[in-house]
């Protein structure tokens, strides 16, 4: 008697913008699933955040496969719903009710999640996967005979539980998982006890292959910095730059390089001119992962000043290629960087000490070596892509 075959994992992915620059992590993941034989098939709300010629090789792949929930036309969005209105009026009611929960944009979640929903039924998927709090995919799951699941990041997740209907949406999931132990704990905070054995902590990861170690420079000159992330408030750039304006009086030879876009760039750029930094900073827009690893190969330091984080993979990015890092102690930061071990961490809100933890990675390049080092090593033992997918290639397979 032979055993049955096991059959293989199959789901839908939804993502908000997808390939977007800011969620490179998000591709990361859906492709090694897949390498690991799980069958996904991704929905995405928006449609890619650039034009094709700006994308790399797997985005412009990713694009082509990728299901885009806004690019149906209105004829068929209400064909779509009046079919589901009629054949599930009940589930169709009760879709309503949860997304009027939601608030004034709740019809418009409502709208997208019937038609993905419908999606979902033609190609025979069953079960949706969503990265951060998505009310859409909570309104498919009150929808269609669906189990959904959520991989929940923070922190803006987090800050208001109640209005983002953090239990509820728990609650409504088969699982959950959590990219850090700080995300799993505000979890836990905001759901009974009864939903806690439903939280999964899954780290994410980078491929170390991917991320080499860059040439290490022992007396750079300028001394290189690079910052990582979208340009708005919660990443507290503008520290950054006050740090800057204490370095360069000093009389350091530093250049800070900002790479990614976002809302308060022209404040920014105006910042920099007003200290007088104008000559030691550039912005270099929203790059690739191929322009990004070639402004980390000529990085001596990168630096965050957020004021809340959940657990960037910009560090890790960093760290596989030996950069020393200088992040503020807050949300899962220290569960990446060991202060003094793998990295140095400050204060939030300080760009004095900010200047200063800067200040001693470019006057000792046995420290900058020395951290570089050990933080490659922290990101094969903890937060190598491969082994994390895996665990949660595992997760899917046990809860599914």
Excluded at 108 to 135: D, I, K, P
Aim: hydrophobic share 40%.
């Amino acid at each position: 008697m032979t055993d049955s075959p096991v059959r293989p994992v199959r789901m839908a992915y939804l993502l908000s913008q997808y390939p977007a620059v800011n969620h490179v992590f998000m591709l990361r993941e859906v492709r090694s699933l897949r390498n690991l034989g799980l069958e996904i098939r991704v929905a995405s709300i928006r449609q890619p955040d650039r034009d094709a010629t700006a994308m790399t090789v797997a985005e412009r792949e990713e694009a082509q496969t990728t299901y885009y929930v806004k690019g149906s036309d209105l004829f068929r969005v209400a064909a779509t719903h009046i079919r589901t209105l009629i054949s599930r009026p009940v589930s169709y009611c009760r879709g309503v009710l949860c997304a009027l929960k939601t608030g004034p944009g709740g019809l418009f979640y409502f709208a997208e999640a019937v038609v993905l929903g419908q999606w979902m039924r033609t190609n025979r998927l069953t079960h949706l996967h969503t990265h951060f709090v998505s009310s859409v995919g909570w309104i498919v799951a009150r929808t269609f005979p669906i189990t959904l699941s959520v991989t929940f990041h923070g922190p803006a997740e987090f800050e208001d539980p109640a209005g983002n209907r953090l239990a509820e949406k728990v609650r409504a999931s088969l699982f959950t998982c959590a990219i850090s132990r700080y995300g799993a704990g505000q979890l836990m905070y905001a759901c009974p006890f009864a939903d806690w054995p439903k939280i999964e902590v899954t780290f994410l990861g980078v491929d170390p292959d991917e991320f080499p170690p860059r040439p290490f420079r022992l007396d750079p000159l300028p001394f290189q910095i690079v910052t990582v992330g979208r340009l708005a408030p919660v990443k507290g750039q503008h520290l950054l730059l006050a740090a800057m304006e204490i370095l360069v009086k000093e009389g350091r030879q530093v250049r800070l390089r900002l790479a990614g876009d976002g809302p308060d760039r022209p404040d920014l750029e105006q910042d920099a001119r007003a200290r007088g930094l104008s000559g030691h900073v550039s912005f270099e827009g929203n790059v690739n992962q191929d322009r990004l690893r070639e402004i980390y190969r000529e990085s001596d330091a990168l630096v965050l000043a957020s004021f809340a984080e959940g657990l960037p993979v910009v560090l890790m990015e960093a760290m596989a290629m030996e950069i020393p890092c200088v992040s503020p102690w807050v949300n899962g930061i220290p569960e990446i960087i060991a202060h003094e071990t793998d990295g140095l961490l400050v204060p939030p809100g300080d760009a004095s000490e900010l200047a200063c933890a800067i200040g001693r990675l470019m006057s000792d390049p046995a420290l900058r070596r020395s951290l570089g080092e050990r933080a490659r090593r922290k990101v094969l033992e903890k937060f190598n892509l491969r082994r994390n997918t895996e665990h949660l290639a595992e997760v899917f397979r046990r809860r599914l």
